[in-house]
């Protein structure tokens, strides 16, 4: 029996939403930088055996507005081959930073997502989030970074929560960057990155989700940053 239009797409953007990609935002990039990350990972879930993270793979960027002021965007592969356009945009906000220090933003983001295949559909879900990192004491090649993210979807799925909110942590190992002889100054980074949506609830979702209260997410993330790398 084929789904009806629509479900299948409402139950990928259920898992998307709580499988945002995983940079580090509590630090902007400043005005005229910019950063490529990839991420992959997902909730963990079990259904054909050990739990293991969900495949999602997202490729994105941001660039630097003002000094305070970035943009955000995201894609989703996993969704692509369910024939589901899933990306998202944000606009992060520096809140305070402290050179080498403390750095404290807050973002705004909107996931869109589009069936490709079942005819003309779309849903939109507005996302809210906190971030805050800064260097480990005498290591300042190793960032630690938290936060969380707060989700409310207009029509969840049944018998799933109206709110989807995400307490995150995550290390980030900073390379030593290189200078080319033109453009800026560049810098990779390889973060792990952790996060707990909805720990008190225990009721069943889309899939099924380990452990049984909430969805652990454990992501792997890369990006690369030019400019900006005295902030």
């Not at 630090?27 to 991420?39: M, W």
């Amino acid at each position: 029996m084929r789904p009806r239009p629509g479900a299948r797409m409402l139950a990928i953007a259920a898992l998307c939403c709580a499988s945002c990609a995983a940079p580090n935002l509590s630090r902007t990039v400043g005005r005229g930088n910019g950063e490529l990350h990839a991420s992959a990972g997902g909730p963990l879930f079990a259904v054909l055996g050990p739990a293991i993270p969900t495949p999602h793979v997202n490729v994105g960027g941001r660039y630097g507005l003002t000094d305070s002021l970035e943009v955000d965007a995201n894609m989703n592969l996993l969704a692509l081959a369910f024939q589901i356009w899933a990306m998202d945009v944000a606009a992060n906000l520096q809140l305070y930073r402290k050179p080498g220090g403390l750095a404290v933003a807050t973002s705004g983001r909107m996931y869109l997502f589009a069936d490709l295949d079942d005819g003309p559909s779309a849903r939109v879900y507005p996302e809210w989030g906190l971030h805050l990192g800064g260097p480990v004491p005498g290591v300042r090649w190793l960032q630690l970074y938290g936060g969380q993210t707060l989700v409310v979807p207009r029509s969840p799925p049944r018998g799933g929560s109206s709110v989807l909110l995400t307490p995150f942590l995550g290390v980030e190992a900073l390379l030593p960057f290189d200078r080319p002889r033109r453009g800026p100054p560049r810098q990779h980074g390889v973060a792990l990155h952790a996060s707990w949506t909805n720990p008190w609830d225990a009721r069943p979702n889309v899939v099924y989700y380990r452990p049984t209260h909430g969805a652990i997410g454990i992501y792997l993330g890369y990006r690369l940053r030019f400019g900006g790398l005295d902030r």
